[in-house]
């Protein structure tokens, strides 16, 4: 399972667009087990199934019709796909929404019959684009089963695009991480945490305004990365134990609401290694 | 390393019923009011347009002439309304909105998403069509007797206005101007179609001529007569399946550039 992480509009779309055939590269090859995307980009859709974004195509058709309709279109008799529509429907748990069209759904069930009509008519590549947008932890949890199913089964290869980042940490084999259209790093979730291993992240969030008047706090607010009513700061372990220490038995308690120290995420190693938005979702 | 053996095409005629059948069930669910509104059109204009057209024994030859300009023309308005008009805003919506994406990254060919969605589209007009030539039939006392024609005129008007609706909503760069060519096509289908073209100045009668809706009204017209010319009834079918082709064609270009667009 590799995975694509970075903000919106860091570029993550547009590589998938031309990894799935529909957008031509400039230049540079693209090669998909053996097979060139570049010279034969109609070849795509019969290595992988891609979960986009948008169901507009769906919208109008019910759960149990929009999954039979793309088994077929995936190749599949009539009666393949009819029973691939059963046992995907059934291992998604969806079979009590099977016959309501996708577009009277909430957003997270509609999100999981997408995944479904990604699932129908077997292909070794997965391409998923934020396939868990919306959903409850049950259907979250249905659908990394299913995936995982698959690939012990059948050995398949999963392209993740996520801005998630415990998502991407807790799924995902290697993952790219993707800023303004390049890729800044790429390795395990683990490997990437080593590079900024020793740091810690100390997040304190203030019950209104930080007490600025306070020498400690005015020094820390010059270093922290400011939103809103939430300051983070990235120290070493002993550094962070004496901060906590000193915000915590001084005056500038008073006005704390809350504060956490945590391990380096992906979103530390985004930012360290010179990832210029936030726009990264823990 | 070898590389992965590429899973089967789907063919074109299962992946165009698969379509097809989707697309028809889409009717259930979003299309109804629409459909009502295309009949209702259709109904309203034949209201209206039989105060100013006498009938039966009362009338000439020039009402007589009119009576049948108005009930075909309304009848094709139906499809127009629905499978030009309706489904340029389809393909339209879908384009602009990434939907074609579904069906670009399937092994489909493009031919099965446009004709399949054609066809549906001209399906839906079945119900309002027949509607309006019974009443239309019954208001201006036109002889039933050739109805049976509708049958060739649904299906071939609905390939050539479908075809020309669906090139529209693809070729279009916006959603907008998709909506507004639907909307023009039908305006004109409206204005050209329902009123006889011997009450028309002669450039309007050439633009009449330009219209594929045009053909599909002429050849329902002339079966109203007690002795059909059955050789141009042919003739404007024949016209029509010619458009459907040429437009149904040019749409499965315009899908193909659409779907793999920037």
């Given at each position: 399972?590799?995975?694509?992480?970075?903000?919106?509009?860091?570029?993550?779309?547009?590589?998938?667009?031309?990894?799935?055939?529909?957008?031509?590269?400039?230049?540079?090859?693209?090669?998909?087990?053996?097979?060139?995307?570049?010279?034969?980009?109609?070849?795509?859709?019969?290595?992988?199934?891609?979960?986009?974004?948008?169901?507009?195509?769906?919208?109008?058709?019910?759960?149990?019709?929009?999954?039979?309709?793309?088994?077929?279109?995936?190749?599949?008799?009539?009666?393949?796909?009819?029973?691939?529509?059963?046992?995907?429907?059934?291992?998604?748990?969806?079979?009590?929404?099977?016959?309501?069209?996708?577009?009277?759904?909430?957003?997270?069930?509609?999100?999981?019959?997408?995944?479904?009509?990604?699932?129908?008519?077997?292909?070794?590549?997965?391409?998923?684009?934020?396939?868990?947008?919306?959903?409850?932890?049950?259907?979250?949890?249905?659908?990394?089963?299913?995936?995982?199913?698959?690939?012990?089964?059948?050995?398949?290869?999963?392209?993740?695009?996520?801005?998630?980042?415990?998502?991407?940490?807790?799924?995902?084999?290697?993952?790219?991480?993707?800023?303004?259209?390049?890729?800044?790093?790429?390795?395990?979730?683990?490997?990437?945490?080593?590079?900024?291993?020793?740091?810690?992240?100390?997040?304190?969030?203030?019950?209104?305004?930080?007490?600025?008047?306070?020498?400690?706090?005015?020094?820390?607010?010059?270093?922290?990365?400011?939103?809103?009513?939430?300051?983070?700061?990235?120290?070493?372990?002993?550094?962070?134990?004496?901060?906590?220490?000193?915000?915590?038995?001084?005056?500038?308690?008073?006005?704390?609401?809350?504060?956490?120290?945590?391990?380096?995420?992906?979103?530390?190693?985004?930012?360290?290694?010179?990832?210029?938005?936030?726009?990264?979702?823990? | 390393?070898?590389?992965?053996?590429?899973?089967?095409?789907?063919?074109?005629?299962?992946?165009?019923?698969?379509?097809?059948?989707?697309?028809?069930?889409?009717?259930?669910?979003?299309?109804?009011?629409?459909?009502?509104?295309?009949?209702?059109?259709s109904?309203?204009i034949m209201v209206m347009l039989r105060?100013v057209v006498?009938t039966?024994?009362?009338?000439?030859?020039?009402d007589?002439e009119a009576a049948r300009a108005v009930v075909a023309g309304s009848t094709?308005l139906?499809?127009?309304?629905?499978?030009?008009?309706?489904?340029?805003?389809?393909?339209?919506?879908?384009?602009?909105?990434?939907?074609?994406?579904?069906?670009?990254?399937?092994?489909?060919?493009?031919?099965?998403?446009?004709?399949?969605?054609?066809?549906?589209?001209?399906?839906?007009?079945?119900?309002?069509?027949?509607?309006t030539?019974?009443?239309g039939?019954?208001l201006f006392?036109l002889?039933?007797?050739?109805?049976?024609?509708?049958?060739?005129?649904?299906?071939?008007?609905?390939?050539?206005?479908?075809?020309?609706?669906?090139?529209?909503?693809?070729?279009?760069?916006?959603?907008?101007?998709?909506?507004?060519?639907?909307?023009?096509?039908?305006?004109?289908?409206?204005?050209?179609g329902v009123l006889p073209?011997?009450?028309?100045?002669?450039?309007?009668?050439?633009?009449?001529?330009?219209?594929?809706?045009?053909?599909?009204v002429?050849?329902?017209a002339?079966?109203?007569?007690?002795?059909?010319?059955?050789?141009?009834?042919?003739?404007?079918?024949?016209?029509?399946?010619?458009?459907?082709?040429?437009?149904?064609?040019?749409?499965?270009?315009?899908?193909?550039?659409?779907?793999?667009?920037?």
């Open positions: 399972m590799f995975g694509l992480l970075g903000p919106n509009g860091a570029g993550k779309s547009t590589l998938v667009r031309q990894l799935t055939g529909l957008l031509r590269p400039d230049s540079g090859r693209i090669d998909i087990l053996g097979h060139d995307i570049v010279r034969r980009p109609e070849r795509a859709s019969r290595l992988l199934a891609y979960l986009g974004q948008e169901s507009t195509a769906l919208d109008e058709l019910t759960v149990s019709l929009a999954v039979e309709t793309t088994a077929r279109l995936r190749g599949l008799s009539a009666a393949a796909a009819r029973a691939a529509r059963d046992a995907v429907l059934a291992e998604l748990a969806l079979e009590p929404l099977a016959g309501r069209p996708l577009a009277k759904l909430s957003g997270g069930q509609r999100r999981l019959a997408c995944f479904a009509t990604a699932l129908v008519g077997e292909r070794p590549l997965l391409v998923l684009d934020e396939p868990t947008t919306g959903m409850d932890p049950v259907a979250r949890r249905a659908v990394w089963a299913a995936v995982d199913r698959r690939r012990a089964e059948q050995g398949v290869t999963v392209l993740l695009v996520t801005h998630n980042v415990i998502e991407a940490e807790t799924v995902l084999d290697r993952v790219a991480v993707v800023d303004e259209g390049r890729v800044i790093a790429c390795d395990t979730p683990g490997g990437l945490k080593a590079l900024v291993d020793g740091d810690v992240r100390l997040d304190l969030v203030w019950r209104e305004e930080a007490p600025l008047g306070l020498p400690l706090i005015a020094a820390l607010g010059a270093r922290a990365v400011r939103n809103g009513r939430r300051w983070t700061v990235r120290a070493t372990p002993d550094e962070a134990r004496d901060l906590v220490a000193e915000v915590t038995s001084g005056p500038a308690f008073a006005a704390l609401d809350d504060f956490s120290l945590t391990t380096p995420s992906l979103e530390d190693v985004y930012l360290l290694l010179g990832g210029r938005h936030e726009g990264l979702a823990r | 390393m070898s590389a992965a053996v590429l899973a089967p095409r789907s063919a074109l005629l299962p992946s165009l019923g698969a379509v097809y059948r989707a697309q028809l069930s889409r009717a259930r669910v979003a299309r109804i009011p629409l459909l009502f509104v295309a009949t209702f059109q109904l309203g105060g006498s039966g024994s009362g009338g000439s030859a020039r007589l094709v139906v499809v127009a309304f629905v499978a030009l008009n309706l489904l340029a805003q389809y393909f339209g919506r879908l384009r602009a909105t990434g939907g074609l994406d579904h069906y670009a990254t399937l092994p489909v060919p493009a031919a099965s998403v446009v004709l399949g969605t054609a066809a549906a589209y001209a399906s839906f007009t079945v119900p309002g069509t027949l509607l030539a019974v009443v039939c019954a006392q002889s039933w007797v050739h109805l049976w024609v509708l049958a060739l005129v649904v299906p071939l008007a609905g390939a050539a206005l479908a075809g020309v609706g669906a090139a529209c909503g693809l070729l279009a760069s916006r959603q907008e101007i998709a909506t507004l060519l639907g909307q023009l096509g039908m305006s004109a289908a409206l204005l050209l073209p011997s009450h028309m100045p002669t450039p309007i009668q050439w633009l009449r001529d330009l219209l594929p809706s045009t053909y599909g002429e050849a329902l002339r079966t109203f007569a007690t002795h059909p010319d059955w050789a141009a009834v042919a003739a404007d079918l024949a016209v029509c399946a010619v458009v459907g082709v040429l437009s149904l064609a040019l749409a499965t270009r315009a899908y193909r550039r659409a779907a793999t667009r920037m």
